[in-house]
């Protein structure tokens, strides 16, 4: 007997950005506004994932998909927590899509949020760091080390021009202007970037995400019962999730996110898609090389020709034939770490329903990569428009 496909029907993003509200306010404003969308009652929902990576370490308050269940009235619904890093909205996608894949719920609500920009970029850049191997950690590396000393490599050894990460950047805020929830909704030019700060050579300050507060929610059920609810919906037709080396210099090629090209192989089997079936898709632009190294492992791309697809404006919104980070993507968005995986994954249900906006673009089939720390865990998630 052919079992219920997963559905999204409702889907939510607070403005993401420096917020005076703490992380019990984000994820209730996210939670109800998705709630709202879906016309899905409280009581009707059966669990509740809160994607969340470090609410102790940023703000000291545990317990947080308790609260948030009372908060929105959803007792007696199951709640958990998922933290993978920064990877923890694409594994509360996992999450809520097994719980209905699996029968155990046939109405499950996924926020993820977080609280961040209360503390320095000192602060939040060693809270993040701390997801580095220990051997890592006591020397002082970084995310942004890792990225720096990776985009040099990928530079010299495929002979791309600076501009084209550069390029990177230009795109994702241009693309942000149209997002009303975006942190950044303003253009830049290849001269600001390439002018910016140093951070981690060859990168500069507009290579990098910002540090980000913001919430955002999705809805699950079964395609038949949301079709009792709209005709307008998206289905979850692949996903996985996969494990790269945690130690990142131990990795045979630093170029290769493994973890990006098991996942999403396992997502395209899964759905029976592939690479060139994708019409728009969100990709983990913490920083800009993140891009490049996504589209290769995920078989848009051969190995090294990534900056080509940007350079030829390929992945451009309005003109290319494979528009990516349509929302902004972290880098104009921004990266409230457990919320950036849900909110990707609400860009491509807004993509396939048709309710992007300004932003829309012509897709049947999107994409959503999510990646935790410098590519220790990756999620892979392939929607489709209802048919």
């Not at 007792?75 to 923890?88: C, E, G, K, M």
């Not at 970084?142 to 950047?169: I, N, Q, W």
Request: hydrophobic fraction near 35%; include cysteine; proline fraction near 4%.
């Amino acid at each position: 007997m052919e079992t219920d496909r997963v559905a999204i029907i409702g889907a939510s993003m607070t403005n993401f950005g420096q917020r005076e509200a703490w992380i019990r306010d984000l994820l209730a404003e996210a939670g109800i506004a998705c709630l709202e969308d879906s016309g899905v009652e409280p009581e009707a929902i059966d669990h509740c994932y809160v994607s969340n990576m470090s609410s102790g370490e940023f703000e000291g308050q545990g317990g947080i998909m308790n609260m948030l269940a009372h908060d929105l009235g959803l007792l007696p619904a199951y709640t958990q927590r998922v933290d993978q890093t920064s990877s923890s909205g694409g594994a509360g996608i996992y999450a809520a899509w097994q719980s209905i894949a699996s029968g155990a719920s046939e109405m499950t609500l996924l926020v993820g949020g977080e609280k961040m920009t209360h503390r320095t970029t000192g602060e939040s850049t060693d809270i993040i760091a701390s997801i580095t191997h220990p051997d890592e950690y006591k020397h002082g590396v970084t995310l942004p080390s890792f990225a720096g000393m990776t985009a040099r490599h990928y530079l010299e050894r495929f002979d791309a021009p600076r501009e084209s990460l550069a390029k990177v950047a230009v795109k994702n805020h241009k693309n942000g202007v149209d997002n009303p929830h975006a942190q950044f909704r303003k253009e830049v030019d290849l001269e600001t970037v390439l002018e910016s700060p140093i951070v981690a050579d060859p990168l500069r300050l507009y290579d990098f995400c910002p540090i980000t507060d913001g919430s955002a929610a999705l809805l699950f059920c079964p395609e038949s019962v949301a079709e009792s609810y709209t005709d307008e919906y998206a289905i979850v037709s692949g996903i996985a999730g996969a494990t790269d080396t945690h130690v990142v210099h131990e990795r045979p090629d630093p170029t290769v996110m493994n973890g990006v090209v098991e996942s999403g192989q396992a997502a395209y089997e899964l759905s029976g898609y592939g690479p060139d079936d994708i019409d728009v898709a969100e990709l983990h632009d913490m920083f800009t090389i993140l891009e490049f190294l996504q589209m290769e492992g995920l078989g848009f791309a051969a190995q090294g020709t990534a900056w080509e697809l940007v350079e030829d404006g390929v992945t451009d919104r309005d003109t290319g034939r494979l528009p990516i980070n349509t929302s902004g993507g972290l880098k104009s968005k921004g990266h409230p770490l457990g919320a950036s995986g849900v909110a990707q994954g609400v860009e491509i249900y807004e993509q396939l329903t048709n309710t992007a906006g300004p932003r829309q673009v012509d897709a049947e089939v999107g994409l959503c990569c999510n990646v935790g720390g410098f590519g220790n865990c990756v999620i892979t998630t392939i929607m489709e428009a209802a048919q």
